[in-house]
């Protein structure tokens, strides 16, 4: 009897040092999530994106942060020639333009601590995170990586995008650092920036770039939302839209 007990003590004590090296292994072999580590499945991401600003994509409702760079945030704005122009804005439309309904193919590469996605993204081979610094629409984020430093140095060289003039770096901006005079000077507004009295009509464009116009009583008209930075706007009667360029919406 004590012999079976001895045996019965034996094989528990087995199991148990079996399971806490099998444990030990998957740890040691970076197969679980450790800290760094992504776990399989969250690493790619692809589809036709909505552009929410110069360094953030929506992909089927994930937010994506593009990595390595940093854009002018939506408000921002920068000076050149003596003249303050809203470069978040401008920096926001090059990418929806660039864009322009491909789909987009995104690697993770990090969480930030919002828990958003950090991301290389491609429009097929083109990485659209060292397009936008590139063309001076976003800087090289050196706080997380120099990937772009490079494409950085070439845009400043060549006074492309932010770079013709004045700005902050939207890190500081976001600090509270202005330039001399910003806010103080009111851009001119259009269509596409505020609605006028009795434009009631919306324009979108959707994640394909098409832009299609809701008038009230549509089937979507209520929760649509216009984001002027994107390029969309209200209109104030259906010919004025078809003539911008947009269709009706489908009901």
Not at 112 to 139: P, S, T
Not at 152 to 169: C, D, L, N, S, T
Not at 189 to 218: A, F, L, M, W
Request: charged letters at 25%.
């Amino acid at each position: 009897m004590r012999s079976l007990r001895r045996q019965g003590r034996r094989m528990m004590w087995l199991l148990f040092v079996g399971v806490a090296l099998g444990v030990g292994l998957t740890e040691f072999s970076g197969r679980g999530p450790g800290p760094g580590i992504l776990a399989q499945g969250t690493a790619g991401l692809s589809g036709v994106p909505r552009v929410m600003d110069g360094d953030t994509l929506d992909l089927r409702g994930t937010r994506i942060r593009l990595y390595g760079i940093d854009a002018p945030e939506s408000a921002q704005q920068c000076r050149a020639a003596g003249r303050v122009w809203a470069c978040g804005q401008q920096a926001t439309r090059a990418l929806v333009q660039r864009i322009r309904g491909r789909t987009v193919s995104c690697t993770e590469r990090d969480r930030d601590r919002y828990g958003r996605v950090v991301a290389i993204c491609r429009g097929g081979d083109e990485d659209l995170n060292a397009w936008m610094v590139a063309e001076g629409w976003a800087l090289a984020y050196r706080r997380y990586s120099r990937q772009y430093v490079g494409q950085e140095q070439a845009a400043k060289a060549a006074r492309r995008g932010i770079w013709r003039g004045e700005m902050v770096p939207p890190w500081a901006w976001r600090r509270g650092q202005r330039l001399a005079g910003e806010g103080n000077e009111r851009r001119p507004t259009g269509p596409s920036d505020e609605r006028q009295p009795g434009c009631v009509i919306k324009g979108n464009i959707n994640s394909t770039g098409t832009r299609i116009y809701h008038v009230p009583g549509d089937r979507y008209y209520d929760q649509t939302r216009i984001n002027a930075a994107t390029g969309e706007r209200w209109f104030c009667s259906g010919a004025e839209a078809r003539k911008a360029g947009w269709r009706r919406a489908r009901q």
